[in-house]
Nanobody, 118 residues
Framework: QVQLVESGGGLVQPGGSLRLSCAASGRIFSIGTMGWYRQAPGKQRDLVATLTRGGSANYADSVKGRFTISRDDAKNTVYLQMNSLKPEDTAVYYC????????????WGQGTQVTVSS
């Protein structure tokens, strides 16, 4: 079994910064693409950023230039540095990882709340 545990969410003022972390543990041979998604109240879950094992990053247009995704494969951990936060960034943020053991399988974290408000 594989678990993804997120941390780093919280309340921040507009213009502020937060850094999210997501650590994978359990039966893992390797991890392919890792990513972050978010879901605001009453809305669908949307992609924020993904990062392949080879280092190719993809960002939603709404966060380009403000958010940076990175990973530490030695720690099976993905990060999301969020700068210049806006109220519209308020959502529950979920991490996702494509874990390889026998067959590649997608796993999700439990989510961490990010609230941007003055």
């Amino acid at each position: 079994q594989v678990q993804l545990v997120e941390s780093g969410g919280g309340l921040v003022q507009p213009g502020g910064s937060l850094r999210l972390s997501c650590a994978a543990s359990g039966r893992i041979f390797s991890i392919g693409t890792m990513g972050w998604y978010r879901q605001a109240p009453g809305k669908q879950r949307d992609l924020v950023a993904t990062l392949t094992r080879g280092g190719s990053a993809n960002y939603a247009d709404s966060v380009k230039g403000r958010f940076t995704i990175s990973r530490d494969d030695a720690k099976n951990t993905v990060y999301l540095q969020m700068n210049s936060l806006k109220p519209e960034d308020t959502a529950v943020y979920y991490c996702n990882a494509n874990v390889r053991l026998y067959v590649p399988t997608d796993y999700w974290g439990q989510g961490t709340q990010v609230t941007v408000s003055s």
